[in-house]
DNA sequence: AAACTTGTGACACCTGGTGTCATGAAGTAG
DNA sequence: CTACTTCATGACACCAGGTGTCACAAGTTT
């Protein structure tokens, strides 16, 4: 039972959804374009919108979701002799280019940044992230961590993000986005690990 | 003209509009409790409310808001040969004390922990004063910071007190939050300053 | 082809939030 | 004390994001 109509033409509207809404919001932002629009715009009802996302603002991360439970998975594949901070390092650095990789991605990421609601959208799904991350850090075979240092890792490595982020942005993005985020990691070593 | 009756009694129901919002929230649960009740429950229109806070979630943060504006005042009256790193950590160590200080402000704190909508909208603050407070750093007499390490610095300090913050949370608020923040502060100190 | 399941439109409804207007009270002259 | 201005309030209408419900039309299975 390899794949249903169903599932395909689900994914097909939804991947479609997402991207006439973001022609939309890059055209009139995001607060002035409404569900209503979208969905007409896509041939559908407000009602079957949210069947197909949650809400407004998941149509925005269609391409840019970095799950939690990929960064988990790749946090376990590293071999378990490396530094907690190394790991981290590599992890993120990969799930960034993955991101900066899709050039569909990039709008998005300009959108987030001056959006307020998006920006906290961003929020809320990274401290999930966290939680899952600091454990699995803690779960790696030979790690010897406790809660705190797990936490404290976990968030600097979000800060590290962050910074790089905004620098990225400062410079409009021509900078390189792998070597800010190496310098930010770099300059963060705690003096743990 | 020393004060108005007006203001007076503007602050006065403005106070007693968040204290009987908090109430009912942690009654009923912030989403469950809508602007109506609380309004009504103040004697006055749902309306009115919105004249006394910008949005429901406002009424929450009423003891507990750290402006930006403080932190930086704060961080400026620090002394100039002081490292950054340093500075920020006695700023923020003194306004975590002082919220921390008015019992009213930890029933505040966890409603919003148990919340996302109040946990974006603390982060929304947040983003707000992290750019104020980078820009303070780099600011200060005789500093010699790029834009890069100071958001660094500020992403990093913040990076300390959500560990903090958790790790208080997680001993169900017994444990010594200053000892908590002065830990996160000496394992993450950064290798620039 | 019949029976079942799932996506859809239509419609009603709730809640947060804003614009507007009339009214009455607080503050200020004269 | 009266007249004038200013401001907070209630009342009402309105918008947008979400959710529940139901009937119907697809897709799916036997």
Redesign the pocket.
């Known amino acids: 039972?390899p794949e249903?109509?169903?599932?395909?033409?689900?994914r097909a509207?939804r991947a479609e959804l997402a991207a006439i809404a973001l022609d939309l919001f890059a055209e009139r932002g995001f607060?002035?374009?409404?569900?209503?629009?979208i969905?007409r715009a896509a041939?559908?009802?407000?009602?079957?919108?949210?069947?197909?996302?949650?809400?407004?603002?998941?149509a925005v991360f269609e391409g840019i979701d970095v799950t939690g439970d990929q960064v988990v998975r790749d946090l376990l594949a590293r071999p378990a002799d490396e530094a907690p901070w190394q790991s981290l390092r590599a992890v993120l650095s990969e799930s960034e280019r993955q991101i900066h990789a899709s050039g569909q991605a990039v709008a998005g990421l300009k959108l987030i940044e001056s959006t307020p609601s998006l920006r906290a959208r961003v929020h809320e799904k990274r401290s999930r992230w966290r939680q899952q991350v600091s454990r699995a850090l803690r779960d790696r075979p030979g790690a010897d961590l406790d809660a705190f240092t797990a936490d404290l890792l976990t968030n600097a490595a979000t800060a590290a993000l962050d910074t790089a982020s905004q620098a990225w942005l400062r410079s409009d993005g021509t900078a390189d986005r792998a070597a800010l985020l190496d310098r930010a990691f770099d300059l963060l070593q705690p003096t743990t690990a």
Chains 1, 2 share one sequence.
């Open positions: 039972m249903g109509l169903r599932e395909r033409t689900r509207v607060e002035d374009t409404t569900v209503e629009e969905a041939g559908l009802t407000k009602r079957s919108f949210f069947r197909y996302f949650p809400a407004k603002e998941d």
